[in-house]
């Protein structure tokens, strides 16, 4: 079962745990409980809300990663276990050491998938995908050429319109963006946990100060389903978004995907390309298991 994204959003709220639920309040009046085993990551934005100790370390025992966001929606503090999975020191060990022409060769893959995504969503919304499936033929080993940029630059205006620019720090389109690329990055960080990884040792991306650089990397070949739900639910005017707005994006995790094993949850996906990576970097696997995008979607998502 996938286990849902908790967003708290209430100014001042309080987060506790009680007999295994996780219980938001507000001047000591209880708004919601939830069990903790249903929780897949927790996500709060709310200004002045706090979190027990309890509550942090109960989260933390069961691998659920809580993601603080600031003002914009995007991510700022993330707590995440220390005591790990069986697996965890041999393969972060695996992780710190492995090659630079290995790391190369993860991004060229990580960089075609995520193009060949976008090449998708494209074609999903009635664009022609050939020139971001040419880009995706030309990805070199480390991408030099910056072939990610230029497949962006083609793509967005395709998506949004010719007025749109990628900005983090805007309302409408791009508001709903952060706030999906806040629950990818929360699920992708929940599955580097688990594989025993460790999310600021990163193939590619380099931000310093960063604890989610890997989550960063492993999370591309996913963000277009979420600009793709953005696309269909939004107008470029639309500036705040609703409660139905973000269930629609959480909900991107439970998209199926079309992988080796057959289709599964999009969340399930990003569980087996993290195992996958941390086979390659102990010499257990070759290349990393990255899904194909779902059969039959249109752009209103039937």
């Known amino acids: 079962m996938i286990g849902r994204v908790i967003e708290v959003a209430t100014d001042g709220a309080h987060l506790s745990v009680d007999r295994g639920f996780m219980t938001v309040s507000h001047q000591k009046e209880t708004l919601g409980r939830v069990a903790i085993a249903d929780i897949s990551a927790l996500i709060v934005r709310g200004y002045g809300a706090t979190i027990s100790l309890n509550l942090a370390s109960r989260l933390s025992q069961s691998g659920i990663p809580t993601v603080l ?42 960089v075609v998938a995520k193009i060949s995504a976008q090449a998708y969503v494209l074609k999903a919304v009635q664009e022609s995908p050939e020139r971001l499936k040419q880009y995706a033929r030309s990805v070199k080993s480390g991408d030099p050429d910056n072939i990610e940029g230029q497949a962006a630059r083609y793509y967005w205006p395709r ?26 990055r929360a699920a992708t960080a929940r599955s580097i946990l688990a594989a025993g990884l460790h999310p600021s040792l990163s193939v590619h991306h380099k931000s310093r100060g960063d604890a989610l650089r890997l989550a960063d990397d492993l999370m591309e070949p996913f963000r277009p389903y979420i600009d793709l739900t953005v696309h269909r639910m939004l107008e470029p005017d639309t500036e705040e978004l609703t409660r139905d707005m973000k269930a629609k994006l959480a909900a991107v995790l439970t998209l199926d995907l079309e992988g080796p094993r057959g289709a599964r949850p999009l969340q399930s996906c990003l569980d087996a390309l993290v195992v996958s990576l941390a086979q390659i970097y102990t010499g257990e696997q070759k290349s990393l298991e990255i899904p194909a995008p779902p059969f039959g979607l249109d752009a209103s998502g039937s």
């Open 69 to 110: 966001c600031d003002s914009n929606q995007s991510p700022s503090t993330l707590l995440w276990p220390i005591k790990g999975h069986f697996e965890q020191g041999r393969r972060m060990q695996a992780q710190a050491e492995a090659s630079r022409p290995l790391r190369k060769r993860l991004w060229r893959d990580i």
């Open 159 to 184: 998506l949004f319109g010719e007025t749109f620019r990628r900005n983090r720090s805007e309302g409408g389109q791009n508001a709903a963006l952060n706030y999906g690329y806040t629950v990818l």
